[in-house]
């Protein structure tokens, strides 16, 4: 410690002079003590500090060594934590599987609920409660070796080339057991046995997976005759196609265990009834040709289609019943052998459930369904050649090919029932639908079908439907029919405008037209020609009403025409409208016109004394009429540009044929022709020459027996 004692700090009172010296001698003394006094009291309190410091943990040397811990420790974390790259081998091959994703359960809210109008019969699941086995599922059998080949691009390497597909053997499942397919339709066959082969190729394939029994469900009809024949006469190729003829082993009487024959038949009979023809499915050819040979004819005009595949379907089913890891027994086809569309279709869906269930496809060798209508006639012959051999006809069910009619009922100028018949492309609807949702093959049959030419009535085949045109197969494939539900059909129907105008229409009764209108009128007196005109006003005034209301339906139908997808429902759309349309032009124009020449009309010269309304394009009677008959050209050639080679572009081709309005055309009549004279005799009145009495003797006509309801 040290205090400052310089003259510089002596005040400059100090010498102020003698007698105040020693006071204030004093008085420093005691101020200098002071000081020192405090001077000393504040170094003591500084130590008092130092010695508290000193006592503490946390010093200058304990910061030093938690700085070095921490520093230590953070080397050691960061070598412990360090990764280092391996030594690697060029030579080597490693093959590294990535990790799978696994996809976690995801809670969906469920945002809209949609219940069915509709009542379920049914509850819980496929399988049959009643059966003590399991029933087979629904899916098809997939092989156990893999289909799909690796798709994995392989590098090729310096020490080897490795092709990973050499690993894996042949696929044994066809592609189409990847997807739910459904099945085919629209194949067209110009008879049964071009149907039968595709088949046998079925066949076939069904028996490389497993053995396979085929169920045949023949139509007992009369007008069934000829095909059961051609298909009879058939087996044998069937047989022999498939290599299973008959070994000589078997031929010497060893049989073979049943289980271990590839392939068994049974037969089955409907008309009104249904029968089981064979007791037990069977191989023995010979057999099998008897009992179709032996089918009775049923003349009752009544075919229960449904009733006996389901009937056969819940025969064989134990065939199909899951039996440990091989699975069923046996597949089961049914081929159903029919030219109607079947009087039970209430049957179909539960017909469709059952094959479904248990996997049995349904086939059918069918007609072609007339297209947009019920019924077709088919050419009848008696089969015994014992009896008059003229041909009939007789009228069967065999359409339509959908849901609901979807044509509208009218003819070109004249009698619906008049147009020549149009092949639809497709089968009837509930069974073709059986053969579609089985995974089956619906064969449309028929001996005159082409495609390129016109089929008379007189060229029809005996046996078979008359259909006057045919349409092609891969171009009728876009146009198929809704192979729906008919609750869902009318579901879609009522979702669309113009879908519900169309089937409105359709099922309408037929539709009146001009049938051979009045166009010739001779004119013998202003009064009398008058009268003529005003009689024939009154036969379109009566069809006018129809058509109006007609083509006011389907107007509605055009507030969703650009949105409709289909094809079909644009075609039929098009085409009814634009028809219902001409009709209606050509009804109101001729009433027109007729009413203008009331009114009266001079004849260009003088000699003229009729007139003759002749078909035109030209509408001169009114704006609104020559707006609307642009409008049916405009569709009608729509029909034709966009839908080339199916019914409704013929259909509007025909249309158009006939002009839509008319013109008035003068020509002079005769009113007073001279009188015939006597017939020219040719033969100069020579005697015919008298015939040989052996020609003269007709020979007795064959007994003709009633034509039976097919």
Not at 4 to 17: E, F, K, L, Q, R
Not at 32 to 43: F, N, P
Not at 213 to 223: E, H, K, T
Request: hydrophobic share 35%.
């Amino acid at each position: 410690m040290s205090i400052d004692i310089s003259p510089s700090a002596v005040p400059t009172d100090a010498v102020a002079g003698p007698q105040s010296s020693a006071n204030r001698s004093e008085a420093m003394e005691r101020e200098r003590l002071d000081a020192i006094a405090e001077q000393a009291e504040y170094e003591a309190e500084d130590y008092d500090d130092e010695e508290d410091e000193d006592e503490s943990w946390f010093d200058d040397e304990s910061i030093a060594f938690v700085a070095s811990l921490m520093a230590h420790m953070g080397i050691v974390l960061f070598l412990a934590l360090a990764t280092f790259s391996p030594h690697f081998d060029p030579e080597a091959i490693v093959i590294v599987s990535p990790m799978r994703d696994v996809a976690e359960d995801k809670i969906h809210s469920i945002e809209e609920i949609v219940a069915s109008e509709v009542p379920q019969e049914q509850i819980g699941s496929n399988a049959d409660s009643l059966e003590s086995a399991i029933a087979m599922a629904t899916a098809q059998t997939f092989a156990e070796t893999a289909q799909i080949p690796s798709p994995m691009d392989m590098t090729p390497q310096k020490l080897a080339t490795i092709d990973l597909n050499n690993f894996f053997t042949e696929p044994v499942a066809p592609l189409q057991a990847m997807v739910n397919k459904k099945g085919s339709v629209g194949e067209g066959h110009n008879g049964a046995k071009g149907a039968v082969d595709r088949l046998t190729f079925e066949i076939l394939q069904s028996m490389e997976e497993r053995p396979t029994l085929v169920v045949w469900v023949f139509d007992q009809s009369g007008s069934l005759h000829r095909q059961r024949q051609e298909i009879r006469d058939r087996f044998d190729k069937i047989y022999e196609e498939l290599g299973i003829i008959s070994s000589q082993e078997e031929k010497s009487g060893k049989r073979k265990n049943a289980s271990e024959i590839p392939l068994l038949t049974s037969i089955v009979g409907f008309g009104k009834d249904v029968s089981l023809l064979t007791e037990e499915p069977t191989d023995n050819l010979q057999v099998i040709k008897d009992t179709v040979n032996n089918i009775e004819v049923d003349s009752s005009g009544v075919e229960r289609a449904f009733s006996a595949v389901y009937m056969a379907a819940n025969e064989f089913k134990k065939y199909r019943v899951k039996r440990g890891a091989e699975g069923p027994l046996r597949n089961v086809m049914l081929v159903v052998v029919t030219d109607e569309r079947g009087d039970d279709q209430e049957g179909l869906e539960t017909t469709i459930d059952l094959c479904r269930r248990y996997g049995m496809p349904v086939y059918v060798i069918g007609s072609p369904a007339p297209f947009g209508r019920e019924h077709s006639l088919v050419k009848y012959v008696d089969p015994d050649p014992k009896y008059d051999q003229s041909p009939q006809w007789a009228q069967v069910d065999a359409g339509p090919e959908s849901v609901m009619p979807e044509r509208v009922k009218i003819g070109y100028t004249g009698n619906y029932q008049e147009e020549p018949v149009i092949d639809s492309g497709f089968g009837p609807f509930a069974l073709t639908r059986l053969s579609y949702e089985t995974g089956g093959i619906y064969f449309s049959v028929h001996p005159n079908r082409n495609v390129n030419k016109r089929i008379r009535k007189k060229e029809t085949e005996a046996f078979s439907a008359q259909i006057d045109y045919f349409f092609d197969s891969n171009t009728m494939a876009r146009y198929r029919p809704d192979y729906v539900s008919p609750e869902e059909y009318v579901r879609q129907v009522r979702a669309s405008a113009l879908r519900t105008a169309l089937t409105t229409a359709a099922k309408d009764t037929q539709l009146e037209t001009l049938q051979a209108p009045k166009t010739r009128f001779v004119k013998r007196g202003d009064a009398q020609l008058a009268t003529e005109l005003g009689d024939a006003q009154k036969s379109a005034a009566v069809i006018e009403p129809q058509l109006v209301r007609m083509a006011g339906i389907l107007a509605e139908g055009l507030k969703d025409r650009d949105e409709e997808m289909s094809p079909r429902w644009r075609a039929g759309f098009d085409l009814a409208y634009g028809r219902v349309l001409a009709h209606k032009v050509r009804t109101e124009t001729y009433n027109a016109m007729l009413a203008k020449a009331k009114r009266g009309m001079a004849f260009e010269k003088e000699k003229n004394n009729t007139w003759i309304l002749e078909a035109a394009d030209e509408v001169s009677v009114g704006s609104k009429w020559e707006r609307e008959a642009e409008k049916a050209r405009e569709l009608l050639n729509g029909v034709i540009a966009e839908h080339p080679g199916t019914p409704w572009a013929l259909l509007a081709k025909t249309e158009l044929e006939t002009p839509i309005g008319w013109k008035w055309v003068e020509k002079y009549t005769d009113l007073n022709p001279p009188a015939r004279t006597g017939g020219n005799n040719n033969n100069n009145n020579n005697m015919t020459a008298a015939r040989d009495d052996e020609k003269r003797m007709l020979k007795k006509p064959a007994p003709k027996r009633p034509l039976p309801k097919l």
